[in-house]
């Protein structure tokens, strides 16, 4: 919490955060954490809560004579729980892999709340996704070209010829397109176009994404205030400064949360039929 970390981070590091609890027999809770794409004049304790179903019903003042276990916030890169022992210790009659457990805690973690629920829907409806079959040949791409560089950056046109070939082999009719580069939405259609390739592209509407982007990577204003709407108690940096004052004079912010965007882009990519896109650290 704290850290300069991405939606993506923040959810690995309490899904490995919850499997060495799991490990240890010590209590698991998400007191204190933080989500900073939460939009604090929308749901003012920026929690876990904000998007997601409580993980327990327990608190930190009831966990008793149970381990501790800290956890710091590069746990989305690390790899320190033994998968061999945590099946034993559930008692599961085969052995299953970590990335199987990450799987099944990732699940339980992200059970979306109501509201995050429903802006999903209403975004499905708003591309034209809530129709019977819509998933059954579509495709979902999110291009990186910001801050991630383990995956190496893929031009737009290399994306297209892979989804030329579903087209014509697997008879591709939709592209669900996300990105943190702007230019993409504009370059795959028109590559994909150029290929001969019949197939609408929709994405979520730019104007829910509003931070704007520095160095790659786009800097939520929920990370610069505080609950009741102000700049964070240290002194912001200009870039900062710059931000904020950016939303400041937007009145889209007020009823606007950047990780509803994000998550709802998320679901409906998790429902196409093929998913192309790099991997990074953070799995």
Known sequence: DGKPSGLGSQLASLVESMLLALQANALFTAEGFRMRYANPLLCAPQSLECYFLPLTGCTLAERGPMAQV???????????????????RAGLRRAHSSVWFRAQVARYVTRPSVPLQRYTAAL????????????????????RHGDKREGGRHAASEYARQLAFLYHWRHLDTVVLGSDDRAVFAQLPAELERMGVIARVVYVPLDEFISPVRRGKYKPVAALLRGDGRPNGRALNASERAAFEFYRSDARYAR???????????????????????????Y
């Open 256 to 282: 606007h949360d950047e990780g509803l965007s994000l998550l709802a882009q998320l679901a409906l990519m998790l429902r196409c039929r093929w998913f192309l896109g790099t991997l990074a650290s953070n």
């Open 70 to 88: 800290n956890v710091t916030h590069t746990a989305c890169f690390e790899d320190r729980f033994d998968a061999e022992a945590l099946g034993r």
């Open 124 to 143: 499905e409806a708003r591309l034209g996704l809530n129709e019977s079959g819509a998933y059954a040949y579509a495709a979902a791409v999110h291009i």
